[in-house]
C-alpha cells in the first residue's frame, strides 16, 4: 500500500494566488521529507529538504519566500507556492526516505500537477 | 556536482523483445544506485538497487541491472518485455551526500 500520501493530486490557480500541497508520512514518522519539481522530460530536481521542527534546507537557485515549506509534525510536510506564476507550472513530488540514512531508498507520493494560468 | 546520464529518452519495443537502458553517473567515490519505475498513473517505486557485493543485482519483476564501476555505469535490462513494462524508468545515483536522478527514459511495449 501507498506509504506516501500527497494532495492535490492537481491543481489549476490564477497567477498571484497562493498554492498548498500535502505531503503525508503513512506508515512512519519522518523526521526529513524531500520536495522534488520536474519539468517535462526532465529529472527530478531536489528543490528542499524538509526537516520536522527546523527550517527546511533548499537548494541552490531555490527561493525560500517562494516556496514556504512546513514541516510541523513526523507525518506532514507542506508546500506553498506563493504568489503562483505561469513559470511555477510544473510537477511537484514529495518524498520520504525508506530509512534513517540520507542513502536509503525513497518512498514517493504520487506528485500534485500545478497549473498557473 | 553530481549528474546521472540517461539516454534514448523514448525507447519503443514489441512483446517479448529484450531491454536494456543506459545509465551513467558521475560521481568518482563510493556511490549507491537506484533504478525507479513510475507506471502510468502511479507512483514513482523501487525497481532495484545496488549499494555493495555482487555487481549483478536483481529486482522485482524479472529486471536487473549491472554496475560496472569502471564505466560508471549501472545499466538495467529484462530479456523478456511485456506489455505491462509500459513505464517511465529513472536511474538514481547517491555519492557524496547528494542524490541525482537522470531525466527518465519512457519505455513503450507494444503488445
Known amino acids: 500500500g501507498a506509504v506516501v500520501s500527497q494532495h492535490p493530486s492537481w491543481v489549476i490557480c490564477k497567477s498571484g494566488t497562493s498554492v498548498k500541497i500535502e505531503c503525508r508520512s503513512l506508515d512512519f514518522q519522518a523526521t526529513t521529507m524531500f520536495w522534488y519539481r520536474q519539468f517535462p522530460k526532465q529529472s527530478l530536481m531536489l528543490m528542499a529538504t524538509s526537516n520536522e521542527g527546523s527550517k527546511a534546507t533548499y537548494e541552490q537557485g531555490v527561493e525560500k519566500d517562494k516556496f514556504l515549506i512546513n514541516h510541523a509534525s513526523l507525518t506532514l510536510s507542506t508546500l506553498t507556492v506563493t504568489s503562483a506564476h505561469p513559470e511555477d507550472s510544473s510537477f511537484y513530488i514529495c518524498s520520504i526516505p525508506g530509512g534513517s540514512s540520507y542513502n536509503s531508498p525513497l518512498h514517493f507520493g504520487n506528485g500534485t500537477r500545478l497549473t498557473v494560468t | 556536482a553530481q549528474s546521472v546520464s540517461q539516454h534514448n529518452h523514448h525507447v519503443i519495443l514489441s512483446e517479448a523483445a529484450s531491454l536494456e537502458l543506459g545509465c551513467n553517473y558521475s560521481?568518482?567515490?563510493?556511490?549507491?544506485l537506484f533504478w525507479y519505475v513510475q507506471y502510468p498513473g502511479q507512483h514513482l517505486q523501487l525497481l532495484l538497487k545496488?549499494?555493495?557485493?555482487?555487481?549483478l543485482v536483481k529486482g522485482i519483476k524479472g529486471f536487473e541491472a549491472e554496475f560496472i564501476k569502471s564505466k560508471f555505469s549501472f545499466n538495467l535490462r529484462k530479456p523478456s518485455v511485456q506489455w505491462s513494462d509500459t513505464a517511465e524508468y529513472f536511474c538514481?545515483?547517491?555519492?557524496?551526500?547528494?542524490?541525482?536522478f537522470g531525466k527518465g527514459n519512457q519505455v513503450v511495449v507494444i503488445p
Open positions: 560521481y568518482g567515490g563510493t556511490v549507491n
Open positions: 545496488y549499494f555493495s557485493g555482487d555487481p
Open positions: 538514481a545515483a547517491f555519492g557524496n551526500n547528494r542524490l541525482a
